[in-house]
Each structure stands twice: as C-alpha cells, then as structure tokens.
C-alpha cells in the first residue's frame, strides 16, 4: 500500500501539517509506505499549456512539463491512496494546491471525448484548516469544498473531506493586530477540538489506507 502526502499550506509544522501528520501516523500503523511533500518546497507552476500530454502516441497520465512536480505526479497516479492538505486562504484551497491540480487533471482529461485516461484507483483525503468556524464553513464554504474535493473523483477512489474548524493561527495574538480574533477562544478550541481532530484524521488516515 503506497500513501503519497501533499502539504499545500507553505507553514511545514502548523495545523495543516500536523493533521497530514496524524493521517500519515494512521496509514503507517497499518503498514502503508508513506511520502510526504511539502508542495511550498517544490519550484513548479500550474499547468503550462505545453500540450505535450494530448500529443498522438504518447503515454497518457503523464505530465511532461519537467519541473519538480512531474515526478509527484506520477507517483500520485501508481499510488493507492493520497493525503492532501489545504488552509482557506480566502475562501479557497492555496495557490500550490491549484498549480498541482490542473497538472494533475489535464493529464487525465481526454480532449478526443473528455473521458478520463485514468482508470487505476487512488483513495484520497483531503484535509481543511481554517479559521472560520463549524456554522461559518457550513453557510459559506462548505458547498464550495465539497466541489473542490470532488474534483479528485478522477482518481476513481473513495473520496474523504476533513474540515478542521476555529485553528490556531499564531502562538501569540498579543504580538499581532489580529483583534477580530478572541484569543481564548481560539486557544480554548486549540486544545479542546485540535487534539480530538487529530484523532479522527489518524483514524481516517488508516480506513482509507485499508
Ligand atoms: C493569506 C491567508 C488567507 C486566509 N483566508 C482565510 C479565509 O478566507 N477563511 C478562513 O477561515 N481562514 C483563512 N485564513 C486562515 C488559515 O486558513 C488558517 O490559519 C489555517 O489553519 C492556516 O493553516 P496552517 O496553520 O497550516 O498554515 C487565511 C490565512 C492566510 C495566511
């Protein structure tokens, strides 16, 4: 079982890596081999255009635009299962989490009918941090997440969105002009929901591992 992990928030230890984290703790403890990248690490771009994938005779499912993505897109496509996490930033994923995935959707997408050329099967989870919380994602981002992880439907696996609500963005408010936030608040959700999403996501991590 072979689980790749895309970190798409550019903070390598905060809330999105740490659920990543726990979701890789749960398919490790039941023998997946996991990798872990941190696309802010990564010099790549969305896709260029480049059309090389449509061309006549050549290997579909395969991104030849040669840059540090080409090759985690190809071991996204022979794995079983992909973790991917994501924060809101503007009520969107990140714009690394863009660039990836045209990449990884326009090698799929046939321009001859607009089927998809990929027919093995990767299961996906795919993990939110945000500010916002429960009732604030439900009114107004819940619907539009839910189409953003369907869109991993070209995967042809199960498909799991994990939303974890109310996160702590800095260690201090006090250092920083950031009053719309209550600090005990958000520091209350820190250590009284965090720890029980982490649990969740570790189980997750391991049921869709299976
Ligand atoms: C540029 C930027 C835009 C953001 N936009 C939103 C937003 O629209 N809605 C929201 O709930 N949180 C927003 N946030 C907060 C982050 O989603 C939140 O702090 C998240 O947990 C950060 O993930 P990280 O800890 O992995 O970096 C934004 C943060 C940044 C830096």
Redesign the pocket.
Known sequence: MKTIVLNA???KD????QLLKAATAGAKSIGAEVEYFNLYDLNFTGCRSCMLCKRKGVERCHCYWKDELSLIIDQVFSANVLFIGT?????RPTSQYFAFMERLHFSTLSYDDYSNYFHAKVNVGMFL????TEE?YDKLYKEKFIDYANEFRLLNGEVCLYPAYN?L?VKDYSKFDMSSFNEEEKKETHEKCFPLDLEKVDTLGAKLSQ
């Open positions: 928030s550019p903070r905060w809330n999105t890596a924060p809101i930033y503007f009520g941090t945000m500010n916002a604030f996160t963005q």
